[in-house]
Every structure is written in structure tokens, then in C-alpha cells.
T-cell receptor, first 115, second 112 residues
Framework: DQQVKQNSPSLSVQEGRISILNCDYT??????FLWYKKYPAEGPTFLIS?????DKNEDGRFTVFLNKSAKHLSLHIVPSQPGDSAVYFC??????????????FGQGTILTVHP | KAGVTQTPRYLIKTRGQQVTLSCSPI?????VSWYQQTPGQGLQFLFE???????NKGNFPGRFSGRQFSNSRSEMNVSTLELGDSALYLC???????????FGSGTRLTVV
């Protein structure tokens, strides 16, 4: 049962354009969402997060949008740079309770930004 | 400040052996989580420790165990290794979940 899904295995974008990575989830208990970037042979690097009480969060070139009714979130990168080329993972968690430390990850989307 | 440190970076073990992996979290971080990454299953949660107590556990067999020491360093152990245990094992530490988890570079375990 895959509770967090990234349906696009890969995305190719031209430098300077917008990259939009999508993520869907099925568990309505999730209330905190994170995006990570991962290069080969390295651990995931935290990018940006959003709580379910918000619908948008910005940090520099990165913006995450959350649509709770659709159980959908997206990461926008503007403008895209070649150094952004990596695998992007969406992750979800349940604050508190007994779900300590547990992030449920999507399968990842490979972003390639062409110069 | 220093990041999350995992040792060793690479390991090759034989089926049936056991292995211990180590994780040193960022100074001040008391929560340490472990994940397994494989091409087929992606990133899967193993367990989480806080102040030497396991607070949460994922759906892995009992061959996978862990512990945390008083300095927050953590180890995970896999006994009776199987070929399917070949994976990248990642450790992450956090001050609290709302500031995100910082991951180490992982230990690449190959079981032959």
C-alpha cells in the first residue's frame, strides 16, 4: 500500500524555466509534508516543508503548494538551474502520536535541468 | 557544524553473517531514525530512537534491531543476513520533526 506517490519517474526542464514536481498521498492523517533532494551516493537533503494548516510555503526559488482536499502537493522550482538536477523525494508524516521519526516517502522523481 | 556521520560507508558481508552500522547525529539532536533504501521498495522506515528509547518501529523482521546510547549515537544491527538485505541504510537525526530530518550519506551494504 503506497501511501505517498510520485507518479512521474522523471522530468526534463530547460534552464531558467519552472520545474513542477507532483506528489499525491492517500492517508488523511498525514499533516506534515517535506521535500528532499538526493544526489547519487549521498543521503537526502532537506529542501522545504509545509504543515497541513498552510497551503503554501516559500523558500527562495522553492515553493511548495498543498491541496488538502485533493491530497496533492507540488514543488515549484523557479528558475531551474542545472545544479538542481537530482532525485526529488516527497515525504509525509503524522505529527506526534506514535508516529515518531517516521517519514513515508514517495518513489522519487528524477529532475534533469538542461543548460 | 558537523552533519550526520555514518560508518562504514561500504560493507560486503556473506549470507548468514550479522552486521552493525553506526550513526552519529548532529550535536544536540536526540531523535535518530533509520531507513532502508532499495531500488524496488524505495525509502522505508526502520525505527526511531529518542533518549535511548525506541519510540517507533517499521514493518521489518526482528532480525533488524537498533539501539541508542546516552550521547545520542545510534547503531543498527542486522542478524542472519539475507541477499535481500543488500541496500543503502540511511540514518537521520532531528531536533524535532518540524525542522526536517538531516540525513547522513548512508552505508551501502552488499550481501553475497
Amino acid at each position: 500500500d503506497q501511501q505517498v506517490k510520485q507518479n512521474s519517474p522523471s522530468l526534463s526542464v530547460q534552464e531558467g524555466r519552472i520545474s513542477i514536481l507532483n506528489c499525491d498521498y492517500t492517508n488523511s492523517m498525514f499533516d506534515y509534508f517535506l521535500w528532499y533532494k538526493k544526489y547519487p551516493a549521498e543521503g537526502p537533503t532537506f529542501l522545504i516543508s509545509i504543515s497541513s494548516i498552510k497551503d503554501k510555503n516559500e523558500d527562495g526559488r522553492f515553493t511548495v503548494f498543498l491541496n488538502k482536499s485533493a491530497k496533492h502537493l507540488s514543488l515549484h522550482i523557479v528558475p531551474s538551474q542545472p545544479g538542481d538536477s537530482a532525485v526529488y523525494f516527497c515525504a509525509a508524516s503524522i505529527a506526534g502520536g506514535t508516529s515518531y521519526g517516521k517519514l513515508t516517502f514517495g518513489q522519487g522523481t528524477i529532475l534533469t535541468v538542461h543548460p | 557544524k558537523a552533519g550526520v556521520t555514518q560508518t562504514p560507508r561500504y560493507l560486503i558481508k556473506t549470507r548468514g553473517q550479522q552486521v552493525t552500522l553506526s550513526c552519529s547525529p548532529i550535536s544536540g539532536h536526540r531523535s535518530v531514525s533509520w531507513y532502508q533504501q532499495t531500488p524496488g521498495q524505495g525509502l522505508q522506515f526502520l525505527f526511531e530512537y529518542f533518549s535511548e528509547t525506541q519510540r517507533n518501529k517499521g514493518n521489518f523482521p526482528g532480525r533488524f534491531s537498533g539501539r541508542q546510547f546516552s550521547n545520542s549515537r545510534s547503531e543498527m544491527n542486522v542478524s542472519t543476513l539475507e541477499l535481500g538485505d543488500s541496500a543503502l541504510y540511511l540514518c537521520a537525526s532531528s531536533l524535532n520533526q518540524f525542522v526536517g530530518y538531516t540525513f547522513g550519506s548512508g552505508t551501502r551494504l552488499t550481501v553475497v
